[in-house]
């Protein structure tokens, strides 16, 4: 697990530029650090050692030394692609899977992706054409991002890394603003920096020596499978072995392997199930005297398996204290409450082990918010309602903002690709005209996303609402956060259930063995149901609560918010009044903390990256880092 960057064509560029990109991203490899120059390109390399450590270094070469590879991840069935190499002829030198990387683009060139199973991102420069290729994984669970201004091409595995090279020039991507607002998040290749794009999920580029810069799709989920055939019963059968056989191959180390664990099925059947191949700690988070605290439940559970657990705490200082080194980490504002205990879960479980096992996907690939449960009304009352008449109903509803049924009614006039709740997550359209200073940016947040819901219109609205979450929401969410909070605190997490066996069988799974009237994540449950206590199997999804609703309301944290509404980057891109009604809404009894903490982040984000636009300080209270 590591970090990488580089750059071509920079002749004019000092030698030192290098090493200062790739320190910048230190956190991502403290274990090593190595670095490739010749007349075209430079690469940059951050270690952190998880498999044969004595060997292995980067960046590494082909058998004839025309090609150099940089590389981020975990392929976990290279074993099997070095017999194939092997019988080509190739030789290895040692037990890394790195080196069948290097040797699989030399004999198979972008075909060898085809071939891989794990989570990757890594950049191959071949001497010869001068060019560079870079790919990332099916799902996004590492990252890699390139800068192509038309004149410099950088690439590393967080953006970072670009602020360090002279040609870089950092702008914000205002126009971005009202997509961020709207779902939390950029789902698209671009980014909040100009000219900074991310490799998508499934994704390799070509930068060409003549300047140019290719992308192509070897990868992209898909529901083209489905066998409506399947039962509960079946399905929860295939899963308990997919499941088992996925944890063994995540569980491949040369270090001690640890796993995450809340109270939830997810987390729980993952460290059950390595539980069954070797002693495992695990470790959980939670919030003394707070009902939002899920250590009773991990606790519990990991001793009916007779497994460790360390419970770990964080408070509300250390909360708000953080949020700017938590700005500073993820690239792009992200403002997933749950992005801080993530990063304090990795902080204690670093402190003994490297690597840790995870539950994210689950509910992305079998089905598991409850959201999708609201397609059953929907769908029925489009079946039963003309068009015509739900629109004129929703007209109506719209005048009457009391009326208990007005918001079924409006949306209930829209296509789902306007309707679905990640769209418009956080403030809709009309929301965003009161609250940006300038409202002429403001965009239609579902047109942008409506392309993949083309891509599954003839699908029931549970699956294209799925279909909708693994290509957005896992990537750019809950994939972002976990790469980065954990690789903050140089620990590697793994995800059994983001994988490329696991998804291609969940792929032909029929709603009805994903999700009944009033179940989420039916197969999974079931298949959990044989391994599991039934409190673990059947409990109720919590996500990764937070008392940070009620936090905003109480000193000192209100005063922090309240100087936020009011500092230089408010009055920048804020109606700054329109701000302070949605945080004195919140404090009178209407919940309005997504909104407050997105605006909040933001603010915090852009007075991290952009110092030279604000007065506040916030820069100074980034630890361990220099902007």
């Given amino acids: 697990m590591c970090g990488f960057v580089g750059y071509v064509n920079q002749k004019d560029v000092p030698t030192t530029t290098i090493n200062?990109?790739?320190d910048r991203i230190k956190h991502r490899g403290p274990d090593d650090d190595a670095y490739f120059h010749d007349e075209q390109a430079v690469m940059g390399f951050r270690r952190l050692s998880i498999i044969d450590l004595a060997h292995g270094r980067q960046p590494m070469?082909?058998?004839d030394q025309t090609k150099v590879l940089t590389f981020n991840g975990e392929i976990y069935n290279y074993q099997e692609i070095r017999e194939d190499l092997k019988k080509l002829g190739y030789e290895f030198k040692t037990d890394v899977d790195s080196e069948v990387l290097i040797h699989g683009y030399d004999a198979w060139g972008p075909k060898l992706l085809d071939r891989l199973r794990g989570m990757y991102a890594f950049a191959i420069y071949d001497k010869t054409k001068n060019e560079v290729f870079g790919a990332r994984d099916h799902f996004g669970i590492k990252p890699m991002y390139y800068y192509d201004d038309g004149k410099t091409f950088l690439w590393a595995s967080e953006i970072k890394a670009f602020l360090e090279h002279p040609n870089f020039k950092k702008e914000f991507n205002e126009e971005l603003l009202p997509i961020h607002l709207?779902?939390?998040?950029?789902?698209s290749r671009d980014t909040m920096f100009k000219n900074v794009y991310k490799v998508l999920p499934g994704q390799y580029f070509i930068h060409h020596a003549n300047g140019e810069t290719e992308t192509?799709?070897?990868?992209?989920?898909n529901y083209d499978h489905i066998d409506n055939s399947q039962t509960v019963e079946e399905d929860a059968k295939k899963i308990r072995g997919i499941v088992d056989e996925s944890v063994k191959a995540h569980m491949i180390a040369d270090v001690e392997v640890g796993s995450f664990l809340s109270s939830g099925i997810d987390s729980s059947y993952v460290l059950n199930e390595a539980s069954k191949l070797k002693?495992?700690?695990?470790?959980?988070?939670?919030?003394?005297?707070?009902?939002?605290?899920?250590?009773?439940?991990?606790?519990?559970?990991?001793?009916?398996?007779?497994?460790?657990?360390?419970?770990l705490y964080m408070t509300g200082d250390d909360y708000f204290d953080i949020l700017p080194t938590i700005m500073y980490y993820m690239d792009e504002p992200l403002s997933n409450p749950s992005a801080m205990q993530l990063y304090y879960l990795s902080k204690g479980t670093r402190e003994s082990v490297k690597v840790a096992l995870s539950g994210e996907g689950a509910d992305e690939f079998f089905g598991g918010y409850n959201t999708y449960l609201e397609a059953i009304p929907f769908e029925r009352y489009q079946k039963w309602v003309p068009g015509g008449i739900r629109k004129m109903l929703g007209a109506i509803a719209e005048k009457f903002p009391r009326f208990h049924g007005r918001r079924f009614l409006v949306r209930g006039a829209q296509p789902l690709s306007e309707r679905y709740y990640r769209v418009n997550y956080v403030f809709d359209y009309h929301d965003r005209n009161k609250i940006l200073k300038n409202p002429k940016l403001n965009q239609d947040a579902g047109a942008y996303t409506k392309h993949l819901f083309d891509d599954v219109k003839g699908l029931d609205e549970m699956t294209q609402m799925q279909y909708f979450d693994i290509n957005t929401w896992l990537p750019f969410d809950i994939l972002h956060k976990a790469d980065r909070m954990s690789m903050a605190n140089s620990l590697e997490v793994r995800t059994p259930l983001v994988d490329k066996e696991v998804a291609k069988f969940a792929a032909t799974m029929p709603v009805k063995t994903r999700?009944?009237?009033?179940?989420?994540?039916?197969?999974?449950?079931?298949?959990?149901?044989?391994?599991?206590?039934e409190r673990v199997a059947k409990k109720e999804k919590m996500g990764f609560p937070s008392p940070i609703a009620t936090w905003i309301k109480t000193e000192p944290y209100k005063s922090r918010i309240i100087e936020a509404f009011n500092s230089d980057v408010a009055h920048k891109f804020f109606n700054t009044d329109a701000l302070m009604d949605i945080l004195h809404e919140h404090i009178n009894g209407k919940s309005s903390m997504q909104k407050i903490f997105t605006i909040y982040t933001f603010i915090l984000w852009y007075e991290v990256y952009f110092p030279e636009d604000t007065t506040a300080k916030t820069v100074d209270l980034v630890r361990r880092t220099q902007i």
Avoid: C
């Avoid at 709207?182 to 789902?187: G, L, Q, T």
């Avoid at 192509?216 to 989920?221: E, M, N, V």
């Avoid at 605290?293 to 007779?306: G, R, V």
């Avoid at 999700?515 to 206590?533: C, F, G, Q, Y």
């Fill in 216 to 221: 192509h799709r070897y990868f992209k989920f």
């Fill in 279 to 311: 002693p495992i700690q695990s470790f959980s988070l939670g919030f003394k005297n707070s009902k939002y605290s899920e250590l009773s439940w991990s606790t519990e559970f990991a001793k009916e398996i007779k497994q460790k657990n360390t419970p």
């Fill in 182 to 187: 709207s779902f939390e998040f950029i789902p």
């Fill in 515 to 533: 999700i009944h009237a009033d179940e989420t994540k039916v197969s999974l449950r079931t298949a959990a149901e044989a391994e599991l206590p």
């Fill in 20 to 22: 200062d990109m790739a």
């Fill in 61 to 63: 070469y082909n058998r």
